[in-house]
């Protein structure tokens, strides 16, 4: 199993789109801000079936330190929570067939 890393995957993704890198990196860059940016102000974005992102409010709750045992007051904050679609599921399940990937050229 490997790890595909942000250049690779602006690789793989300006092959599978038939353009360069360049656009797929500043396709890939306006994609992470739009969904930063939703979500930061609390809306949900949602691709059907892959993915979807939302803002969730985590209460006020008390925790205990584990090394003294004492309490500790966590304060309420927001949080971002993602949620996987069906689809994703079903494919990374063998359910699905996985899409079939453009060839990259090795450097």
Known sequence: MANITKAELVEQVAAQAGTDNK???AVLKAFEETVLASVTKGDKVALTGFVSFEQV???ARTARNPQTGA???V???KAP???IGATFKKT???QSPAPKLAK???R
């Open 23 to 25: 656009t797929a990196a």
């Open 57 to 59: 409010a985590r209460p």
């Open 71 to 73: 309490t500790v007051k």
């Open 75 to 77: 304060k309420a904050k």
């Open 81 to 83: 929570k993602a949620s």
């Open 92 to 94: 990374v399940a063998k």
């Open 104 to 106: 990259v050229a090795k």
